[in-house]
Nanobody, 122 residues
Framework: VQLQASGGGLVQAGGSLRLSCEAS????????MGWYRQFPGKERELVAS???????DYADSVKVRFIVSRDDAKRSVYLQINNLKPEDTALYYC?????????????????WGQGTVVTVSS
């Protein structure tokens, strides 16, 4: 299984970005999906998540401005980021919980995308 993240870039404060993350490979079922971000010298922190049923959860610092969504037909999760602030500058990662069919049966694992950089100028 591989996750390909895209959509990061350099934007001015107040602008918007849409991050995308597409899963490929041996996928039987996609479970929870989410986005994390990491500031320099800090650990990754959860930004937003979405369950297979469509329930969403957000970090308090991004509520209202960030919107997570998914398209299971495209095996993708998205993060719409509005009204970007300089403090949103970070490396953003997607994480997806996937069930695969392997020789031993169904195996559930979590996978990370490679990260996409978001830089917000003031």
């Amino acid at each position: 299984v591989q996750l390909q993240a895209s959509g990061g870039g350099l934007v001015q404060a107040g602008g918007s970005l849409r991050l995308s993350c597409e899963a490929s490979g041996n996928i039987f079922r996609i479970n929870d999906m989410g986005w994390y971000r990491q500031f320099p010298g800090k650990e990754r922190e959860l930004v937003a998540s979405i369950t297979s049923g469509g329930n969403t959860d957000y970090a308090d610092s991004v509520k209202v401005r960030f919107i997570v969504s998914r398209d299971d037909a495209k095996r993708s999760v998205y993060l719409q980021i509005n009204n970007l602030k300089p403090e949103d500058t970070a490396l953003y990662y997607c994480k997806v919980d996937i069930t695969s069919i392997q020789r031993v049966g169904l195996v559930q694992q979590q996978y990370w995308g490679q990260g996409t950089v978001v830089t917000v100028s003031s």
